[in-house]
Structures are given as C-alpha cells and as structure tokens.
Nanobody, 117 residues
Framework: QVQLVESGGGLVQPGGSLSLSCAAS????????WGWYRQAPGNQRELVAE???????NYADSVKGRFTISRDNAKNTVNLQMNSLKPEDTAVYYC???????????WGQGTQVTVSP
C-alpha cells in the first residue's frame, strides 16, 4: 500500500507561480513511476507531467516550458513547479504513482489550483 498526500495548491494571479508537492508513504520502494494529473470542471482528467524511476520526464504540450516535475528520493516526494500560470491551468491537481506490485496505481486526494485575476 502507498499513501499520497498533495500540498501546495491555492489561488494565484495569471503569470504567477505555484509549487505542488506529493509525499508518499508506505511501500514507497515499489514506486517506479510518478505523475501529476489535473481535472477541470466538465473535463476529463488529463496527464500534466510524469517522471519515471530513471528520471525521464514527459509533459503535456500545454505546459511544456512552464512546468517542471522533479523527485526528491530522500523525502519520497515528487514536486511540480508551475510558472507562468494561465487561467486555463485552473483545475484540481492529482498525484498518481504506479508500483511494481502488478502495476497497481495509487492516487492522492487532489489539491485545487485556481488561476484568476
């Protein structure tokens, strides 16, 4: 079992920055893939950024050059630095991990990000 807790969401003006953090506990040694997803009202949940155990990363086209995903192995966290935020970035952001235990996935509870003047 893996437990995830996200933090760092909030309200920010367009052009501003926020940093999200996802802390894992439990069987963290089984995690090989981390991802940040988001879901805006009326929309499907979508991938924002992901990072694998070898530190390879992938970003949605809409956030490339603005968002950066990183891992802190010592703290068992994955972070999402979000710069140059736009109103269309407004959503609930979720952390997801995939484990070597039959590919089982775990989701965090989500954190709200609102970009508004």
């Amino acid at each position: 079992q893996v437990q995830l807790v996200e933090s760092g969401g909030g309200l920010v003006q367009p052009g501003g920055s926020l940093s999200l953090s996802c802390a894992a506990s439990g069987s963290v040694f089984t995690i090989y893939h981390w991802g940040w997803y988001r879901q805006a009202p009326g929309n499907q949940r979508e991938l924002v950024a992901e990072i694998a155990i070898g530190n390879s990363t992938n970003y949605a086209d809409s956030v490339k050059g603005r968002f950066t995903i990183s891992r802190d192995n010592a703290k068992n966290t994955v972070n999402l630095q979000m710069n140059s935020l736009k109103p269309e970035d407004t959503a609930v952001y979720y952390c997801k991990v995939t484990t070597i235990s039959w590919g089982r996935e775990y989701w965090g509870q989500g954190t709200q990000v609102t970009v508004s003047p």
